[in-house]
């Protein structure tokens, strides 16, 4: 083929080339933005749930009880906290979070004596009055309804610390006493036989304060259950600022061990 007639077919197809080029530069320019991915949405910023757990009470000071007119201190047990939070996160590294909870402060006293008690002897069937050891046990329920605002630092993925105050009003405060012989070679002359109970009283916790502060740090770790649904275990120290009662000394700490399901809004 001679080069005149090769010349028209190489620019016809150039001239084509450019005019497909240009159009699909238009095309792109003037295309709508492709949606987003229905499967990545962004992260919530704000989650609601439940929390469940429980509270390792150590109770110092000491307090005298109406019943026997005794003294106990340093009592420990393990309560209940039951409630709900709200929270929003500020940013990647720092979030916000308003707790509203049910916190059981319970503690047991106990301690051993030696009382002259009167007994029988079961050879004999003789009375008589000796030396035996007792215990002395108090149990005190003492709970408040409170409102935990705190908040929380991201240093790494799902892990977090937090703090805040804790404030709130109490709910329950009652103690129930009791006290049994402890030595069994002999039977008791006088309360329940079974129990070995002697003495037994129960009632309100008279003097209770009816507001309570504390200032609660801990840890707490997002573990994600599924797309919009987070379960986060947490321990904290609630260190206390008030008083239990009208006694001098008497306070409650607490290491609450909790369990909060987060659904991300």
């Known amino acids: 083929m001679s080069l005149p007639r090769i010349a028209p077919l190489a620019l016809l197809f150039f001239l084509t080339a450019a005019s497909d080029l240009s159009l699909a530069q238009f095309r792109s320019e003037f295309a709508p ?38 003294g106990f201190e340093d009592g420990s047990g393990t309560g209940f906290a039951i409630g709900f939070e709200v929270g929003h996160f500020l940013s990647e590294s720092f979030a916000v ?33 000796i030396d035996v050891e007792h215990e002395r046990r108090n149990t005190v329920v003492v709970s408040y309804l409170m409102l935990n605002p705190v908040l929380q630092f991201y240093p790494f993925s799902g892990l977090y ?11 329950t405060a009652t103690q129930e006493y009791a006290m049994s012989a402890v030595g069994e070679e002999y039977s008791i002359y006088i309360g329940d036989p079974e129990s070995r109970i002697v003495d037994e009283d129960s009632g309100d916790l008279p003097g209770a304060e009816s507001f309570r502060a504390d200032l609660r740090f801990g840890l707490g770790f997002n573990i994600r259950l599924g797309r919009n649904i987070l379960f986060s275990p947490e321990a904290s120290y609630a260190y206390p600022l008030t008083r239990i009662s009208d006694d001098d000394n008497w306070t409650a700490e607490s290491i609450l061990l909790l369990g909060v399901l987060k659904f991300e809004l």
């Open 33 to 70: 933005t492709p949606p987003p991915d229905v499967l990545s949405p962004a992260p919530s910023r704000w989650w609601i749930g439940p929390q469940l757990g429980a509270g390792l009470n150590t109770h110092s000071g000491d307090f005298v009880t109406d019943f026997c007119n005794c």
């Open 97 to 129: 979070a308003l707790k509203l909870a049910h916190n059981d402060f319970r503690a047991d006293y106990a301690y051993r004596l030696i009382l002259p008690t009167e007994v029988i002897d079961e050879q004999t069937m003789e009375t008589m009055t």
């Open 161 to 171: 610390v937090h703090v805040g105050p804790a404030v709130g009003v109490n709910t």
